[in-house]
Structures are given as structure tokens and as C-alpha cells.
């Protein structure tokens, strides 16, 4: 199980959520640095100028579906595939932060 976990992130962004989904549905304890959209001072230090990048005791991780599955195999090392029930877990992470991309898109805010 990982220590020392910090998901850099946009708090809309859809490939984020899909990352907090995996990390929350495992149980896995994870600081959030939230990214500034300008000038993303935050993520300063990393070549890799998106979001979400995930930090696991040291090593950086980037884009939600590789996040998501290097973690899968760091906690199941004897099992590189998942099994069926495992891909429909993933599969649903995946659709549900494509639909809360859809409803954010979709809602409009006034300042």
C-alpha cells in the first residue's frame, strides 16, 4: 500500500476525479494540492504541465488511465491483468468521471 500520496489537480477536471475515484474506492489516504489553471505554480517542479499527476512516495505518476493502472498493479504485483470484477470497477471510474465532465461542461456559472 503506497505512504505518501499527493494528487495535483484541477477540482473539475474530469481525469482527477477519475484518479480520487480509484484512490478512494482502495482506501488509499491522499493529500490534494489544487492546481492554479494560469500560472499552475504548483506543479512547477515536473516537466509534465497537466493535470492530474500523482505523486507515490516520490515517483510521479501522469494521465489518469496510467495512474490508475500502475497503482492497480503496485497493490496486486502477482496479478498484472485485473480480473472481470476488477474491470468493471475500472470501467466504472471511467465512465463516471466522463459524466461529471459532461455536467460541468453543462452548468453554467455566473460571478
Same mark, same amino acid.
Given at each position: 500500500?503506497?505512504?505518501?500520496?499527493?494528487?495535483?489537480?484541477?477540482?473539475?477536471?474530469p481525469f482527477c476525479n477519475k484518479v480520487?475515484?480509484?484512490? +478512494?474506492?482502495?482506501?488509499?489516504?491522499?493529500?490534494?494540492?489544487?492546481?492554479? &489553471?494560469? $500560472?499552475?505554480? =504548483?506543479? /512547477?517542479?515536473?516537466?509534465?504541465?497537466?493535470?492530474?499527476?500523482?505523486?507515490?512516495?516520490?515517483?510521479?505518476?501522469?494521465?489518469?488511465?496510467?495512474?490508475? +493502472?500502475?497503482?492497480?498493479?503496485?497493490?496486486?504485483?502477482?496479478?498484472?491483468? &485485473?480480473? $472481470?470484477?476488477? =474491470?468493471? /470497477?475500472?470501467?466504472?471510474?471511467?465512465?463516471?468521471?466522463?459524466?461529471?465532465?459532461?455536467?460541468?461542461?453543462h452548468i453554467s456559472i455566473s460571478f
Open positions: 500500500m503506497p505512504k505518501d500520496v499527493v494528487l495535483y489537480q484541477y477540482e473539475a477536471c480520487k475515484a480509484f484512490l +478512494d474506492y482502495y482506501n488509499i489516504p491522499y493529500k490534494v494540492v489544487e492546481v492554479n &489553471p494560469i $500560472s499552475k505554480k =504548483e506543479i /512547477k517542479w515536473s516537466d509534465y504541465k497537466k493535470v492530474p499527476i500523482l505523486k507515490v512516495d516520490g515517483e510521479q505518476m501522469v494521465d489518469s488511465s496510467d495512474i490508475v +493502472d500502475k497503482l492497480f498493479q503496485r497493490m496486486h504485483p502477482d496479478n498484472s491483468v &485485473p480480473d $472481470s470484477d476488477e =474491470e468493471t /470497477k475500472m470501467a466504472w471510474v471511467g465512465g463516471q468521471s466522463l459524466g461529471a465532465c459532461f455536467v460541468s461542461k
